[in-house]
């Protein structure tokens, strides 16, 4: 089966710039993840969808950052205006149940300069 | 205090070692337990997960659980130089929505 794709694989913006990151997941996945890996850092949850719904975005900096996913496949995350601390990868996930586990894509490497 | 701790590393390991990461962590509710690999550069992939305390094993690895102490390890026998990567761990409750990760284990194995 195909991966999770992500695009682009790296973005260099100056601060105060605007981006976007697209993740298309498995075929047949419903649940879709976007996460922020910090270097050296874990990677942590900034929102779940589930098909096209929301399920947790608790951790989203919503004055900055914003999501969507029409149609309940792809998905894209955007950040206006980014800031110097958002540099990081930006892992989209999809899976099929939770208990399964997650199928992660390459990422997205963020530089904000 | 974070859910989850992990010894970050680096950890250098000669070929052929058997090779010990752990993690441990503190909401009591955890009860899925997942080991994922990631490679430079790559997203995570997953190795193993278990349910609730106990031993699973797949190969080379085998990772324990132990619920009482709030523990979690994963145990790579004769470790191979195609093996150097960073570990993460990840736990969730029964019914929570994400997976909280550790911040890695970085892991070379010298041939």
């Known amino acids: 089966e195909a991966g999770v794709a992500q695009s682009p694989r790296y973005k260099i913006i100056e601060k105060r710039q605007s981006v976007a990151f697209w993740c298309n997941p498995i075929s047949g996945h419903a649940t879709l993840y976007w996460y922020q890996q910090i270097l050296g850092q874990g990677p942590k949850l900034l929102i779940q969808?589930?098909?096209?719904?929301?399920?947790?975005d608790s951790q989203l900096p919503k004055d900055r950052f914003s999501a969507e996913r029409l149609k309940g496949v792809d998905s894209t995350l955007k950040i206006q205006p980014a800031k110097l601390e958002d540099s990081a990868v930006y892992l989209c996930?999809?899976?099929?149940?939770?208990?399964?586990?997650?199928?992660f894509g390459s990422g997205t490497r963020l530089t904000v300069v | 205090q974070k859910e989850v701790e992990q010894d970050p590393g680096p950890l250098s390991v000669p070929e052929g070692a058997i090779v010990s990461l752990n993690c441990t962590y503190s909401n009591s509710a955890f009860q899925y337990f997942m080991w994922y690999r990631q490679y430079s550069r790559k997203g995570p992939e997953l190795l193993m997960y278990t349910y609730s305390s106990g031993n699973k094993e797949d190969g080379r690895f085998t990772a324990q659980v132990d619920k009482s102490s709030k523990y979690i390890s994963l145990f790579i026998r004769d470790s191979q130089p195609s093996d150097s990567a960073t570990y993460l761990c990840a736990m969730s409750t029964n019914t929570g929505n994400q997976f909280y990760f550790g911040t890695g284990t970085s892991l070379t194995v010298i041939p």
């Open positions: 969808f589930q098909n096209n719904g929301v399920v947790d």
């Open positions: 996930a999809s899976s099929l149940e939770r208990v399964s586990g997650y199928t």
